[in-house]
């Protein structure tokens, strides 16, 4: 039977397991900044009109997941505000045409081999690499004033936050989209994103979390700060992809989960009980008024998420059939904490796409850390320890008579006399201090006064940080490394294993 601690813990590492690669974040930063500059650029037909560029969607929001199928692709979605433009000066039509010049001469630029893509609302760029991204760039201009006006006659106006940023965004299916009309449809991406922050705490989060690396908040970057509100909607997204995988079209949208999730959230750091609560109490903010169902729009209460229900009942079904399973599946510990058996890994892990051997892995690693923690030798770390920065262990043996080096794994079993080398891989690891802790266990050790458990600066070998060891006692042996950088440890390893005999046995 699990504990609650290894619950806790078991939740931290699939919601891990389920977020982007760091470096894709990067990437998707890239594209997005390398558009904005052609756009930009001395020669670029749209200077003139002042064109904006600014993220929305997912990876604004911090709640992108990775896809369920392997030939799925990521979506940037972009805005491009025009803000020397104005519906009484341009059409839709004119605007979209406008963007998509420039589109495709930046498509031509980077040798991209598809062609730009038309849509309804967007023009799309599909980017061919490992990540698979596609970029949706999204055409508007201000329309605060009238969104602003209509709020006022609907007596909304004092009500809502962040009205000031609303635009006017192209789409196909206007009746007015190739004349120029008053007649656009008003959203407001940023207004959304202000007031996702404001309910996950984030901008709170963000600050706590830089004065404990001594930086200023806005030097995070945003998707490294996650609230538990964040994890929360990414584990939900997950489980909705799983169980619509093979009828995509029926599966709940993501703006529909997000915001009932984010105004059910009433704060907590526990991942488990927040997502106990926002899956108990999200359904309260679905309103039925006139024998409609309504999600309204945080920022627009003039906008309904929900209309499509009103149109076909069957989407309103599938949304209640998939929250009664999440209830089910992803948090049904209200009852007892026995429920906690072995089955409990392997539901989990189908719920959510994980292998089974994977998220047993998990727990595993929960309890192995659980004993090394108890090594009466093993100093207290001398930083403030945060897991900001992932870090982790290459390890390479090389036997006496043997030239080359072999990359071996934590835990796997190791004869005397081997040499060894440790190197700490993370990203920018150049900016940070680098120390090693050492600790071994088992009677030969102990005899040789050689438990150690205290800490060692490593080399650096041809621009790499490494830490060199040799096999001298039988016993399990525990390496770890530290991101040190004024002060503070920034990142900290998993204990990787050196296992001088059979199985995990320690002695101390």
């Not at 911090?62 to 979506?75: A, C, Q």
């Not at 794994?409 to 891989?425: I, Q, R």
Request: charged share 30%; aromatic share 12%; hydrophobic share 30%.
């Amino acid at each position: 039977m699990l504990l609650f601690s290894q619950i806790d813990d078991f939740y931290e590492q699939l919601y891990k397991d389920l977020d982007i690669p760091e470096n894709y974040y990067e990437k998707a930063n890239t594209s997005y900044t390398s558009f904005n500059s052609w756009l930009d650029r001395d020669d670029s037909s749209l200077r003139e009109y002042e064109p904006e560029i600014y993220l929305q969607g997912s990876f604004k929001l911090g709640t992108v997941i990775k896809p369920v199928g392997e030939n799925d692709s990521y979506d940037i979605d972009m805005v491009c505000k025009f803000n020397n433009l104005s519906k009484l000066t341009i059409s839709q039509k004119d605007l979209k045409t406008l963007l998509g010049k420039e589109v495709k001469s930046y498509a031509k630029s980077k040798n991209m081999i598809n062609e730009p893509k038309n849509g309804k609302r967007c023009w799309t760029l599909n980017y061919h690499d490992e990540a698979k991204f596609h970029m949706d760039i999204l055409p508007c201009v201000d329309d605060s004033k009238k969104f602003i006006d209509q709020l006022e006659i609907y007596k909304y106006a004092e009500t809502t936050s962040y009205k000031e940023r609303a635009v006017a965004i192209t789409d196909k299916r206007s009746e007015g989209y190739e004349t120029i009309s008053n007649d656009w449809e008003i959203s407001n991406p940023q207004g959304y994103f202000l007031w996702f922050q404001e309910q996950s705490n984030f901008i709170e989060k963000r600050a706590i979390l830089a004065e404990k690396f001594q930086m200023k908040a806005e030097e995070l970057k945003e998707y490294k700060v996650k609230t538990p509100l964040q994890k929360t909607i990414q584990i939900l997204k997950r489980h909705r992809d799983i169980m619509f995988e093979n009828n995509p079209d029926q599966k709940p949208s993501s703006i529909i989960i997000s915001t009932l999730a984010a105004k059910a959230y009433n704060g907590g750091d526990n991942l488990r009980d927040v997502l106990k609560f926002v899956l108990d109490n999200m359904a309260k903010y679905i309103e039925v008024i006139d024998g409609e169902y309504q999600v309204f729009n945080p920022v627009n209460p003039l906008e309904n998420f929900a209309d499509k229900w009103n149109e076909k009942q069957s989407l309103k079904n599938h949304f209640d059939n998939w929250l009664k399973e999440a209830k089910k599946n992803l948090a049904p510990y209200n009852e007892s904490i026995e429920i906690y058996g072995d089955d409990f890994q392997k539901n989990i892990s189908e719920q959510l796409g994980v292998p089974e051997s994977k998220s047993k892995d998990l727990v595993k690693t929960d309890k192995v850390m659980a004993r090394i923690d108890t090594i009466p030798h093993r100093q207290r770390p001398k930083w403030n320890v945060y897991s900001w920065v992932d870090v982790h262990i290459k390890a390479t043996k090389t036997k006496s008579g043997f030239s080359f080096p072999k990359q071996f794994k934590s835990g796997e079993f190791l004869t005397k006399n081997v040499d060894l080398k440790f190197e700490a891989k993370a990203e920018n690891i150049k900016q940070y201090e680098v120390h090693w802790q050492v600790t071994n266990t088992g009677t030969e050790a102990k005899s040789n006064n050689c438990l150690r458990g205290d800490f060692y600066d490593g080399q650096i070998v041809e621009g790499k940080r490494v830490r060199k060891e040799l096999t001298s006692y039988v016993g399990t042996h525990v390496v770890e490394c530290y991101l040190v950088k004024n002060g503070v440890c920034h990142g900290k390893s998993k204990p990787f294993i050196i296992n001088i005999r059979d199985g995990f046995s320690m002695e101390w």
